[in-house]
């Protein structure tokens, strides 16, 4: 059964640094890796999504890694904003099926 | 335009009653979730659905039953609603190999 974990759970910054956020998971038979967005009340954004051929994805500020042999993705978020507070979650899908971490709550100080 | 909607946005309700919750999809995908998120944000896939066919079901109780009359809509129906039940769901969709997109949630609210 893959297991998801996410570390830290809650992350606070003042603007303008930047961001990591980690996820790893157990079974390394990954399709890909997907990160999202949730804002309090919100349904899902989907940040970036990376296949299990690629090593990286880059949106703009943000900068996700997967290393599958070691069952790690790495979230980076450059030179933070208050706008970029938020749940940051990492879903790994194997087939049909996304499992997802719990999440790291972001607070970005102005 | 919305890609993935949900109707309703909230729903209250007692103990005992049954309840739907509907989804649909404008983005021409196959492959269409539900998810629930519960009191502690933890989100668990409940169903998937692809090409109208079952091939998700994550030991969900029978009481929950969704059902897929086209690629575009995916609904969730609930028997005898418990306060467990409380929770937002999600419904999601996805082209085959693609990201999953995500509906804005039915905050489902069982007293």
Do not use: C, M, R
């Given at each position: 059964k893959q297991e998801v974990t996410q570390i830290p759970a809650a992350l606070s910054v003042p603007e303008g640094e930047n961001l990591v956020l980690n996820c790893s998971f157990t079974?390394?038979?990954?399709?890909n890796l997907q990160w999202f967005r949730q804002d309090p009340g919100k349904g899902l954004t989907s940040l970036l999504l990376i296949q299990s051929s690629q090593r990286e994805q880059t949106s703009g500020r943000l900068n996700a890694s997967l290393d599958k042999s070691s069952g790690r993705s790495t979230l980076y978020i450059a030179?933070?904003?208050?706008?970029?507070?938020a749940t940051y979650l990492c879903a790994v899908g194997v087939d049909y099926k996304l499992s997802f971490g719990a999440g790291t709550t972001v607070t970005v100080r102005a | 335009d919305t890609a993935v909607s949900q109707t309703p946005k909230y729903l209250v309700t007692q103990m005992g009653n049954d309840k739907s919750i509907k989804c649909e999809q404008?983005?021409?995908?196959?492959t269409m979730y539900w998810y629930k998120q519960d009191s502690k944000k933890f989100l668990k896939i409940m169903f998937s659905y692809n090409n109208k066919e079952l091939?998700?079901?994550?030991?969900?109780?029978?009481r929950f039953s969704p059902k897929s009359p086209d690629k575009a809509h995916l609904n969730l129906h609930i028997n005898?609603?418990?306060?467990?039940?409380s929770a937002v769901y999600f419904c999601a969709s996805r082209a085959q190999g693609r990201e999953q997109y995500f509906g804005p949630g039915t905050r489902l609210t069982v007293t």
């Open positions: 079974d390394s038979a990954i399709y030179a933070s904003q208050p706008g970029d507070s | 404008n983005l021409g995908h196959d091939i998700i079901n994550e030991t969900v109780p029978n005898s609603l418990e306060l467990g039940d």
